[in-house]
């Protein structure tokens, strides 16, 4: 048997990929995180290090001999490998760790990344080098690293995009990339603008038209007085050559609607040039446009708004003969500086030879496969556009008043807000006049490379300008953001939070556990409180301000769906929910996990925490937002404690919400005047509107409209479905809930004691991704509080087999000296039927609402029946 490893032979196992696109519980960076399952590795090929080692030397630190590598080095040498491979010299990637779970063999591997699609990319590339080094298998490296860079130069930001990008990153404004083009999103909500490469939300489709038409163009500039050259559009390269006489030799072809110097050719002056510049044209487009050649240097203005904020001279694609290589050798030897890359994606384009470039290498009497002599210049193209391989230098402090005012002027007169200039001058230096100056080209979305990294002179953070004319100075186009997580209450408080904002005239967009909501408008109705929820409501233009609930699930799958928050409330953690699922076995792990919206919350921000829950206070330790307290004791000792410090602090006291800050102290609004409260007789409730008020006061809502807002949010099926909704059904009480949990159970049972009855029939199911002891033990809460039990499988079996849900709750009841009846419904609505048919009057029948939507739309159907039929 060979002792060489089989090349088939697996190592290990990458189980799964989660895309972090916001800040999450390990950092506050974008990262991959890959669960990766780790084989025992005895016999790795020898030559293993060495291989990863040729393959990228960044590694030699992790690879210093030794015994056969054990997962925790394997995790370390798949993150190394996963950042390196995505290194630019423009990006800083420093973000990498290792995080274990509850089997030894299976381990979290996290690293940053810039771009998704290419960190996906290059975590599946490490993935592929470690396992071939391993397994002393073939791999094809060079290749595979090859066509990872043409993936990040398909798809990472250009350096236009990146300039304005990095400026408004710089001001403190959020970006949401919103495709894999140059589309992104500046800013949220109300406030957000807009970039396309070098086009904003302010510029004019209507001036991006005119300038296409390089004919237009020059028309409505010669009207204003302002120096074009002469020329006219034609059909064919016989009227090419025919206007070519008229206008006067040397002349330019170029297309009509073109760009980046696709097509353009100059200083022409035989009819062969003509001929062939035409062709050469019309492949670009169906309009050809003959102009007379200005002789001087070839400048590009930039201009942003009323400003010239850069200018640069520049030189042609060009090669210097060495008496040994060819021109196309010359060519190749220049496309390997690392500063050219392919299209837009570096500060230089590589040079190609196309037909112009033949043209142009013919006028010199050579061709490709020509070596010319040492030292002499080779012109690749007439026209000094980078896209075709040229160079430019920065002159903006050289350029004379005049033409910075023609340049400005001429922007203005086809409306662009963002406009590069092409101009032939001979001295830019000199005044504008009829020998020193012509406009030959207008340009919408201008390349900013030139300017950003000239091949000579001072760097122009043209980015920062564009942002400038977006915002004003101050302006972050960030809107409020409140963010909403814990255990239980979070629907409620997002809800009752968002109304107070709205009583301010803010059009407030909401998610939750059941919509989104735009100023009133339901944009969605399922499970609505995870990143992709969010992220609508703050890309939505009308939106004045968020309320986001913040579920646990999102935080693990994606991050948060936003940079920084205003205001985070945590509304409790208690003995968690949710445990066992994604390596979340505790209380303490889930509060981790929600700590993450409490970390993001803005130095100037508010995180409002509940006073009363251990893992909740502890999320103010070591944050630089400030912390605002709450529960309805206000003796209770970390209010008293924060107090002292000088912190704010919401409770109640003799019936009254006091709102504290310090020692300083006064009444608010008495529980009778919050109709959510039920006077006071709902102890979830106050808490729910503790901080919701304890939110509001943190943005600096004025009372006014926080003292409208909690005495006009009630519990009723409009602004709460399906949380304690309370109606009268034929003389029957019947109270509407989403608890789903121990906990929630508990405070609901509790509540329910202030309201007499004769029985109690509960119509009750649990969410399938709780563990089987959180199941029974909501059996047997169930079990001490009522006489009727109704049992259904609703939507949310989540992989469960049928039956199983509605077992493990019957185990919980087993043996209750309480429950009479036990019925297991196939149907959450006809379970609620059969159980309202069982109550009479002056009994209370409480619905888990599975759906809380259609529950509340099902009982509304019934009374209306009841209504009718009298």
């Known amino acids: 048997m060979s002792s060489q490893p089989s090349a088939t032979r697996s190592f290990f196992h990458s189980q799964k990929v989660l ?6 519980r390990w950092t ?11 084989l025992p590795v005895s016999s790795p090929a020898p030559d293993w290090r060495d291989r990863l080692l040729d393959w990228q030397p960044a590694l030699a630190s992790r690879l210093t001999g030794g015994p056969p590598p054990a997962a925790e080095l394997l995790a370390t040498l798949l993150h190394d490998l996963t950042r390196h491979l995505q290194a630019r010299p423009d990006l800083t990637l420093d973000f990498v760790k290792v995080a274990p779970t509850s089997q030894p063999d299976l381990l979290r591997v996290i690293v940053q990344y810039d771009e998704e699609t290419v960190g996906r990319a290059a975590f599946a590339l490490a993935c592929r080098m470690l396992e071939t080094a391993l397994a002393g298998a073939p791999l094809e490296v060079a290749a595979a690293m090859a066509e990872l860079t043409e993936l990040a130069d398909d798809l990472c930001l250009g350096p236009s995009t990146r300039s304005m990008v990095d400026a408004a990153l710089s001001r403190g404004i959020p970006v949401r990339r919103l495709t894999e083009g140059s589309l992104v999103q500046l800013g949220w909500g109300s406030k957000q603008r807009k970039i396309l490469a070098a086009a904003t939300s302010h510029t004019s489709a209507i001036a991006e038209d005119i300038v296409q038409d390089k004919d237009l163009t020059c028309r409505l500039l010669r009207e204003v007085g302002l120096p074009v050259p002469i020329g006219r559009p034609v059909a064919s390269a016989e009227a090419a ?51 007379s050649f200005a002789p001087g240097g070839d400048y590009r203005l930039l201009v942003v708004g009323r400003q010239l904020v850069a200018a640069s001279r520049r030189r042609p694609a060009h090669v210097i003969g060495d008496g040994e290589h060819t021109v196309n050798g010359l060519i190749e030897l220049a496309n390997l500086d690392p500063l050219r890359a392919p299209g837009h994606a570096a500060v230089l384009s590589v040079i190609r030879i196309d037909a112009v470039a033949l043209a142009v290498l013919a006028d010199q009497g050579l061709a490709p496969d020509s070596v010319p002599e040492a030292g002499r210049l080779v012109l690749i193209r007439r026209n000094a556009n980078l896209s075709t391989g040229g160079t430019a230098a920065d002159c903006t402090e050289e350029v004379h008043p005049t033409i910075r005012d023609a340049a400005i002027e001429a922007a203005q007169t086809v409306g662009l807000d963002i406009c590069g200039i092409d101009i032939v001058a001979r001295d830019i230096s000199q005044p504008l006049g009829p020998d020193n100056g012509v406009i030959i080209e207008l340009n919408a979305r201008p390349g900013l490379r030139m300017h950003l990294a000239p091949s000579d002179g001072k760097p122009r953070n043209v980015g920062e300008a564009v942002i400038s004319t977006l915002f004003n100075p101050g302006e972050d186009g960030r809107i409020p953001i409140v963010a909403v997580t814990g255990v239980n209450g979070k629907t409620t408080t997002a809800r009752f939070i968002a109304h107070l904002l709205g009583q301010s005239g803010w059009r407030v967009g909401s998610t939750s556990t059941d919509e989104v909501i735009v100023g009133g408008r339901i944009l969605d109705h399922r499970d609505c409180s995870g990143p992709k929820s969010a992220r609508s409501v703050l890309a939505y233009p009308g939106t004045d301000a968020a309320v986001l609930e913040i579920a646990r699930g999102g935080v693990l799958r994606e991050g948060l769906p936003f940079d920084r928050c205003d205001v985070a409330v945590v509304t409790n953690i208690g003995a968690g929910d949710h445990l066992g699922i994604a390596e979340i076995h505790t209380p303490e792990e889930l509060a981790a996990v929600k700590q993450t ?23 103010a330790v070591n944050q630089p937002c400030r912390a605002l307290f709450f529960a309805i004791d206000g003796n209770h000792e970390t209010i008293v404690r924060h107090r002292a410090d000088g912190g704010r602090a919401i409770f109640v006291r003799d019936g009254w919400i006091i709102r504290a800050e310090g020692v300083a102290e006064a009444p608010f609004i008495a529980l009778a005047e919050v109709p959510l409260t039920h006077g006071g007789r709902i102890h979830f409730q106050i808490e729910n509107t503790l901080a919701a008020i304890g939110a509001a006061w943190s943005l600096g809502i004025a009372d006014e409209f926080i003292l409208g807002g909690a005495a006009s949010f009630n519990s009723g099926m409009d602004h709460c479905a399906g949380r304690f909704n309370m109606l009268d059904f034929r003389g029957i009480q019947v109270i509407i809930d989403y608890a789903h ?8 049972f509790a509540a329910i004691q202030q309201f007499p009855h004769e029985r109690r029939i509960i119509v009750y199911s649990s969410a399938g991704d709780r563990r089987d002891s959180d199941i029974v033990e909501q059996g047997s809460q169930i079990a001490l509080h009522f006489d009727e039990v109704w049992l259904y ?16 709750i019957a185990a919980g009841l087993d043996g209750s000296q309480r429950v009479r009846r036990i019925e297991h419904i196939q149907g959450h609505l006809q379970a609620v039927d059969l159980a309202l048919a069982s109550a009479n009057p002056g009994d209370l029948v409480m619905i888990q609402a599975d759906t809380a939507r259609e529950t509340v739309h099902h009982l509304r159907g019934k009374l209306a029946s009841l209504a009718v039929t009298g």
């Open 793 to 808: 499988e609703g939507d949310y079996v989540r992989g469960r087999p049928p039956g199983e849900i509605m077992t493990l």
């Open 241 to 291: 050559w025919t206007a070519a006489l008229e206008i006067g030799l040397p002349v330019v072809v170029k297309p009509l609607d073109g760009n980046q110097g696709r097509g353009v050719a100059l200083n022409l002056s035989t009819r062969e040039q003509v001929l062939t510049a035409y062709q050469s044209a019309f492949e670009e487009s169906d309009s050809v446009i003959v102009e």
């Open 597 to 619: 919206v409490v970390a993001a919350v803005s130095p100037t921000g508010t995180a409002v925490l509940n006073a009363t829950d251990p893992l909740v206070v502890r999320m």
């Open 19 to 24: 895309v972090l696109r916001g800040p999450n």
């Open 741 to 748: 949990n121990v906990d929630a159970l508990r405070s609901l």
């Open 28 to 38: 506050r960076a974008t990262v991959i995180e890959g669960w990766v399952r780790f």
